[in-house]
């Protein structure tokens, strides 16, 4: 088959997946004997009841009993149970009897190889959901922050984002394989995995916007008729936002091949940059993902250009060339350097005061080319009349806040204008003031 460029033999892993990626195999979809009576368990269908009553799920809806209940969100046909409503409504005897793959697994890592404390289960989702959360959360610690007279509590490791991932991982699991959902828990990381790698196209690094894929279309299918997931693709979305409106670091992504891994990292939380968050809320401006991806990632380095941010927000140049404009005209946050392909863009001096961002926004801001030939112009001028020695090329690059090569093209069109000359070799070498246009 033609795979892009490449003609690959069509092999039954890749056949496998092509009926995944179309829904023709469909894991969850098969219906399984037995009588309702020994498949469901009341405590799987009350923790479902109750996990979508929190998410708003209908009224009448929920107040059904357990088969019409289970009819309505697709998961019993004829009076029939497919093994997704077994994975949502079903005791775990019975859920290991008819998908003897999926199992849980929660360890407390001590180190990369070892563990002190494990945790198995083959309970329905819902309650298998709470199950692991209560487990992270006891070991998830809380910051409190004073505002005024109000005191608020932010966790390590939000819950909203850790029940994102964690749906995530049960609902696009693929149950076939002999894998555990598995959760470890490091001192500075959490790291989830779920068997089944990316489908449908979608890679880490278009995963914030591609159209949804889903492995397992009848279980999700239920959960969005009960409103715990979505068919937006804004779980992971909302996974992110969770994160960087604290100021943390957004999860890290990676497609294993027959897995998928999400981390979460154990960040501290930027109170002024939450309260930024708040107070531009007030003022009616919401700060969506896109706009937290570029603020975020310059309270981390001093500058951000369009084929950067490109990659970070996972949008084409032209969208994100719009959306740094706007931060910059409209918002006020940015400032603008460079032109053509070599434009940029920095925090603001007051918005980077404001969110109380490392370093100095005017020392560290980028030089502009010609301002930065006027700076080394003065420099070697001074440094002539003075007696003094050269600028080293390494002296050059601090002056500048220039890396090499745009070092030695500055220089080479300043020695072409005869202002500067290189004397020595090597380490040894100094650019030294000519004269140029001042003789």
């Known amino acids: 088959m033609r795979v892009g460029k490449d003609c690959k033999p069509l092999t039954g892993t890749l056949r496998r997946k092509i009926a995944v990626e179309t829904g023709e195999n469909d894991f969850t979809a098969v219906v399984i004997d037995g009588p309702l009576s020994r498949l469901l368990s009341a405590a799987s269908m009350e923790k479902l009841r109750e996990v979508a009553a929190q998410e708003r799920a209908p009224a009448d809806l929920l107040g059904l009993d357990d088969e019409e209940l289970l009819e309505a969100i ?32 929660h360890l407390r890592m001590a180190s990369g190889t070892d563990y002190t404390d494990r945790a198995d289960g083959r309970d329905a989702i819902a309650v298998a959901l709470g199950r692991v959360l209560d487990r992270i959360l006891a070991h998830n610690p809380i910051q409190t922050v004073r505002q005024g007279l109000f005191h608020f509590e932010y966790r390590t490791y939000p819950e909203i984002a850790l029940r994102e991932a964690l749906l995530n991982a049960f ?9 555990p959902i598995l959760v470890k828990q490091f001192s500075d990381r959490i790291e989830i995995t779920n068997p089944g790698g990316l489908i449908g196209g979608i890679t880490p690094e278009n995963i914030l916007h591609h159209t949804p894929v889903t492995r397992n279309p009848c279980l999700v299918d239920a959960l969005v008729r009960l409103r715990l997931i979505n068919r937006s693709n804004l779980g992971i979305q909302r996974m992110y936002t969770a994160l960087l409106i604290e100021g943390k670091e ?22 002024t940059f939450r309260a930024f968050v708040a107070e531009q809320g007030k003022r009616g401006v919401h700060l969506d ?10 309270l981390r380095h001093p500058e951000i250009d369009a084929p ?25 946050y940015l400032d ?37 030939k006027t700076r080394v112009h003065s420099v070697l001028k001074q440094r002539w009349d003075r007696g003094e020695r050269g600028l080293s090329n390494a002296e050059i690059r601090r002056v500048t806040a220039l890396d090499r090569a745009q070092v030695k093209r500055l220089m080479a069109q300043l020695a072409a204008e005869n202002i500067a000359a290189v004397e020595g070799r090597g380490r040894a070498a100094r650019w030294i003031y000519c004269g140029g246009r001042d003789r």
């Open 171 to 179: 609902c696009h699991a693929d149950f076939a394989l002999a894998s």
């Open 250 to 271: 957004p999860p890290s992504i990676e497609d294993l091949g027959d897995a998928f891994r999400l981390s979460l990292r154990a960040s501290k939380l930027s109170p």
């Open 336 to 372: 603008r350097g460079g032109s053509g392909r070599g434009t940029y863009w920095t925090l603001r001096p007051d918005t980077h005061a404001r969110l109380a961002a490392p370093g100095d926004a005017d020392r560290d801001r980028r030089t502009d080319w010609e301002a930065a």
């Open 74 to 105: 697709g998961v019993l046909r004829q009076g029939r149970l497919t093994r997704a409503g077994l994975l949502l409504g079903g005791s775990a005897a019975a859920i290991h009897e008819h998908v003897p793959s999926y199992v849980w697994t």
């Open 308 to 332: 950067t941010a490109a990659r970070l927000c996972q949008r084409p140049q032209a969208e994100i060339r719009e959306i740094l404009s706007h931060m910059e005209r409209d918002l006020g």
């Open 289 to 298: 993902l896109d706009r937290l991806l570029v603020l975020q990632h310059l």
